[in-house]
């Protein structure tokens, strides 16, 4: 059996009605990320690699304005993944300078953006070319159960989170995903809005298989005929009956359950697995046939995220502060849900 939610902010949740309410972004200094690479630059090359601060600004407008204080095209600048808009992030870019020296970055004209540091590297930075982010959250207005909320945290340090898309996945008032029906419908898009619509469309699916094994209790477990993800790569293997080494692997963290990031063919699942996927596959038949005519591929991507090194304090008595870190390609938003409505 399964159900269909409509809105990504109905998605079920791991444990139950959020213990607190609260206020998230009041500031931007409220939202803090910081890249993790996993690399050093080269110190060589004819890239700039940049280490910019930005506060309230979008990452697609911080690459034009470095491109244009450079003068070189924006097609020049590299930059690892976007940000948020409404905070404050620390992240890499690149930006190249053939045969060129670099311009005064201590002088760009943006009081928002602050270039803490400069080197040189041999290649462009890539999108998705990061180990991942580290973040922390400042509640305010927290009001609630606190003991709860204490209980709701040891929780998700030791068994994670749903590993849904975040609400920024799908645009405004999620409208990305009607969008997307429109464009397969026929409606004409330009390139780059394409590739953010197949993208949304992806990540609806995904969430909806993964609210159906949320509400099963088993987006943390495996089902029958489970294909598994494996932790800090797109790998993944499967299906095969569920062992001892296995069961271990998924204790220690080094595997997942995953879930479809559909594209042409048949998922991989079989059995329960299989037939949960299918099933929420034809409540978007729509969706399914458009990302297969887009000749995309199918992917995995893990069910559960484990927040790594999370920790929380009281700076005050309604003020609460959470820092944790998490892989490429996870919202810190859909840990917050677990704790905030």
């Not at 890249?35 to 890239?47: A, C, V």
């Not at 930006?95 to 080197?119: C, I, R, Y």
């Not at 709860?148 to 975040?166: D, K, Q, S």
């Not at 405004?172 to 969008?179: D, F, H, L, P, T």
């Amino acid at each position: 059996m399964t159900s269909s939610v409509e809105s990504e902010s109905e998605l079920p949740r791991a444990y139950g009605s959020p213990p607190l309410t609260a206020t998230l972004r009041s500031i931007p200094e409220d939202f803090r990320v910081e890249e993790i690479l996993g690399y050093e630059p080269d110190g060589e090359g004819e890239h700039a690699f940049l280490w910019v601060e930005k506060r309230g600004a979008n990452t697609d407008w911080v690459a034009r304005e470095l491109a244009r204080f450079a003068g070189t095209s924006p097609m020049h600048v590299g930059y690892a993944g976007l940000k948020d808009r409404h905070a404050v992030t620390r992240q890499a870019f690149t930006v190249q300078l053939p045969g060129k020296a670099d311009p005064d970055w201590n002088a760009f004209p943006h009081a928002e953006v602050n270039v803490l540091s400069s080197t040189r590297h041999k290649r462009k930075l890539k999108r998705g070319a990061l180990r991942g982010n580290r973040f922390v959250l400042v509640l305010r207005d927290v009001q609630g159960d606190r003991a709860c909320a204490e209980e709701v945290l040891r929780a998700i340090a030791a068994r994670g989170v749903p590993n849904y898309f975040g609400e920024q996945r799908f645009g405004r008032e999620g409208g990305n995903v009607a969008q997307a029906r429109a464009m397969f419908a026929g409606r004409r898009v330009d390139r780059d809005k394409r590739s953010i619509l197949l993208s949304a469309a992806r990540s609806h699916i995904f969430n909806q298989v993964l609210a159906a094994r949320v509400e099963r209790d088993a987006w943390d477990k495996p089902l029958e005929g489970e294909i598994w993800s494996l932790a800090g790569s797109r790998s993944w293997f499967g299906p095969e009956p569920f062992d001892e080494t296995l069961a271990a692997r998924l204790a220690q963290g080094d595997i997942h359950p995953s879930g479809p990031l559909w594209g042409q063919g048949e998922p991989p699942t079989t059995d329960a697995a299989g037939e949960l996927e299918q099933a929420i596959a034809l409540q978007s038949t729509d969706l399914v046939e458009g990302l297969s005519a887009a000749r995309m591929d199918h992917e995995r991507r893990p069910l559960r995220l484990l927040p790594k090194d999370l920790r929380w304090h009281w700076t005050d008595g309604d003020t609460l502060e959470l820092s944790f870190e998490l892989p490429a390609g996870a919202y810190a938003t859909v840990v917050a849900r677990e704790l905030i409505a």
